[in-house]
């Protein structure tokens, strides 16, 4: 299957995603980073995640943008990819990872040795 039908395939799993993150980008916005390869997409069966390396002075780190998926799989689909993720990152030199996304995410994440270091707080102007 072609890049651009694994972005169609999960097109409903990451607009959903998009729509609960405050508006910073459209679904063409996720083909173009995909497509040039600043992000990348994992695909599965019942659910997605966008990643995209941030390189900041001291530190690689590959961070889970956006992830998505059918009602109830989703998040399982998406921890089944937490090794190939982490394995992945190693390989493009990343020496830590982050996810930004509702609070939900830490109690799946912590038993895998996530931890939260940061509460992001937004508003509209």
């Given at each position: 299957?072609?890049?651009?039908?694994?972005?169609?395939?999960?097109?409903?799993?990451?607009?959903?995603?998009?729509?609960?993150?405050?508006?910073?980008?459209?679904?063409?916005?996720?083909?173009?980073?995909v497509?040039?390869?600043?992000?990348?997409?994992?695909?599965?069966?019942?659910?997605?995640a966008?990643?995209?390396?941030?390189?900041?002075?001291?530190?690689?780190?590959?961070?889970?943008?956006?992830?998505?998926?059918?009602?109830?799989?989703?998040i399982?689909?998406?921890?089944?990819?937490?090794?190939?993720?982490?394995?992945?990152?190693?390989?493009?030199?990343?020496?830590?990872?982050?996810?930004?996304?509702?609070?939900?995410?830490?109690?799946?994440?912590?038993?895998?040795?996530?931890?939260?270091?940061?509460?992001?707080?937004?508003?509209?102007?």
């Amino acid at each position: 299957m072609s890049m651009q039908d694994e972005l169609l395939k999960c097109r409903k799993w990451i607009q959903s995603a998009l729509d609960k993150g405050g508006d910073t980008h459209d679904f063409v916005d996720i083909v173009d980073g995909v497509m040039s390869g600043h992000m990348q997409l994992w695909s599965g069966e019942r659910g997605c995640a966008v990643t995209e390396i941030l390189v900041y002075p001291n530190k690689k780190i590959l961070h889970v943008f956006l992830a998505g998926g059918e009602n109830g799989h989703g998040i399982k689909q998406i921890t089944d990819m937490h090794d190939d993720a982490i394995e992945w990152g190693k390989a493009q030199g990343c020496k830590g990872m982050s996810i930004t996304g509702r609070a939900g995410w830490k109690k799946v994440l912590e038993p895998r040795g996530w931890k939260q270091n940061f509460t992001v707080l937004t508003k509209e102007l």
